[in-house]
C-alpha cells in the first residue's frame, strides 16, 4: 500500500514511518494538516493515517476538505482523546475508522489492512512497467513471467519507481522512502541496492526497465531503442 502518515509527534511519525516501510508500504510522511491536504489531493494513496491535533490545520478539518474533493482514499484518524463525542466528530468528518493513543502497531496495521479490504478499488492493485508486473497486494514482481527474488527493501525501491514510472525520482526521495531519519545519507547504501535491484529485473532482458540519470536520480521505463 501507499500510506500517507499525518502526525506532527516526531517520534511516533519516525517509527510509524519506519514500521510499515518494513512492511514494504510507501510512505509519505508530512507534520502538519496544511501540508497532509495538499498530499492527499495531489498523490493517490491507498489509505491516509491522520492526527487530529494538527498545526495549521486540524485533522478534522483536513478530513472534511479531503473528502469534499472527492478523495476517496480510508483515512484512520488517530488521537489522544478517547471521548465517544471525539469518536463521533471523526467519523462525521469523513473518518473510516478511529484508533485511540497510545496503540499497539500491530493493531494500526490489522486496521489498514481491513480499510483497505473494504476500499473501492480506484488504484490498481497491480502496476506494469513494460513486460514488468509489481503484485501490490501480494509484495511481489515478476518479469517476462519469471519471479523476481527480491528482499523487502528492494521491493519497497521496485514499488515506489514503479508508482512514478517514467518519472525521474532523486535519490533523496528514495532514500526518504527506504530508511529513517538515522540513515546517512552520505553512505553508498542506496547505490548498492540499486545495484542489487538492477540485477535481478535487467538480468537476461532484451532491453533494461531501470535508467541512471546521473546527477538526477533513476527512472523506471521502458525506453524504445530509438530514444536510448
Known amino acids: 500500500m501507499r500510506i ?11 517509527s510509524l514511518a519506519k514500521g510499515l516501510r518494513e512492511r514494504a508500504h510507501v ?8 501540508n497532509a491536504f495538499v498530499q492527499g489531493v495531489l ?16 485533522g478534522l478539518d483536513v478530513a472534511r ?16 482523546r478517547d471521548r465517544v463525542g471525539d469518536k463521533v466528530a471523526g467519523l462525521d468528518a469523513g473518518a473510516d475508522d478511529y484508533l485511540t493513543k497510545p496503540f ?8 489498514l489492512r481491513a480499510l483497505h479490504r473494504r476500499a473501492p478499488s480506484f488504484a490498481p492493485e497491480v502496476l506494469t512497467v513494460g ?25 519497497v525501491m521496485l ?7 517514467g518519472q525521474v525520482v532523486s535519490r ?15 553512505s553508498n547504501a542506496l547505490e548498492v541496492y540499486v545495484a542489487r535491484l538492477r540485477r535481478k529485473l535487467d538480468a537476461g532482458a532484451e532491453h533494461p526497465l531501470l535508467h541512471t540519470r546521473r546527477g538526477a536520480g533513476y527512472m523506471l521505463a521502458e525506453i524504445p531503442d530509438t530514444l536510448r
Open 4 to 14: 500517507l502518515v499525518a502526525e506532527d509527534d516526531p517520534l511516533l511519525s519516525r
Open 27 to 34: 510512505v509519505d510522511v508530512v507534520a502538519d494538516g496544511a
Open 43 to 58: 498523490n493517490t494513496y491507498d489509505a491516509i493515517v491522520l492526527d487530529v491535533m494538527l498545526p495549521r490545520r486540524d
Open 65 to 80: 476538505a479531503l473528502r469534499a474533493r472527492d478523495v476517496q482514499a480510508p483515512i484512520l484518524m488517530l488521537t489522544a
Open 104 to 111: 499497539e502497531f500491530e493493531e494500526l496495521l490489522a486496521r
Open 131 to 155: 513486460d514488468l508486473a509489481v503484485d501490490t497486494r501480494q509484495q511481489s514482481a515478476t518479469r517476462a513471467g519469471r519471479t523476481l527474488p527480491l528482499t523487502t527493501k528492494e521491493y
Open 159 to 165: 514499488e515506489y519507481l514503479a508508482r512514478r514510472a
Open 172 to 186: 533523496a526521495d528514495i532514500s526518504a522512502h527506504l530508511w529513517d531519519d538515522n540513515h546517512d545519507p552520505s
